[in-house]
């Protein structure tokens, strides 16, 4: 079994940061990408970002483009994401998520199927 664990979530104001950290125990494997989605209270969860190991290549939603930035080591199964700048909006249970599969490719990178393994999330609250 593999288990992702999150950390780093809490309460901050509006304009504050946070620092997700995820990190991969149990049986070895190796991911060839790692991202974070997010879900808020009564939406479905939603693609944040991702980092990709095959070329070592990012990608966020537009929602979150250049305010966090996603960072990490895909051959330690760790990943990052640095928050900046949140906003109310931005409110959420941040999910770690690791795909053992081949090099994921283009869009597919967004959906939550690309992934196999996931976190149990951790609470980001962001106050006006």
């Known amino acids: 079994q593999v288990q992702l664990v999150e950390s780093g979530g809490g309460l901050v104001q509006a304009g504050g940061s946070l620092k997700l950290s995820c990190a991969a125990s149990?049986?070895?494997?190796?991911?060839?990408?790692m991202g974070w989605f997010r879900q808020a209270p009564g939406k479905e969860r939603e693609f944040v970002a991702v980092?990709?190991?095959?070329?070592?290549?990012?990608a966020y939603a537009d929602f979150v483009k250049g305010r966090f930035t996603i960072s990490g080591d895909n051959a330690r199964n760790t990943v990052y994401l640095e928050m900046n700048n949140l906003k109310p909006e931005d409110t959420a249970v941040y999910y770690c998520?690791?795909?053992?599969?081949?090099?994921?490719?283009?869009?597919?990178?967004?959906?939550?199927?690309?992934?196999?393994?996931w976190g149990q999330g951790t609470q980001v609250t962001v106050s006006a």
């Open positions: 980092l990709r190991s095959t070329d070592i290549s990012v």
């Open positions: 998520a690791a795909r053992a599969r081949a090099a994921i490719r283009g869009m597919e990178a967004v959906t939550q199927r690309a992934y196999d393994y």
């Open positions: 149990g049986r070895a494997f190796r991911s060839s990408a």
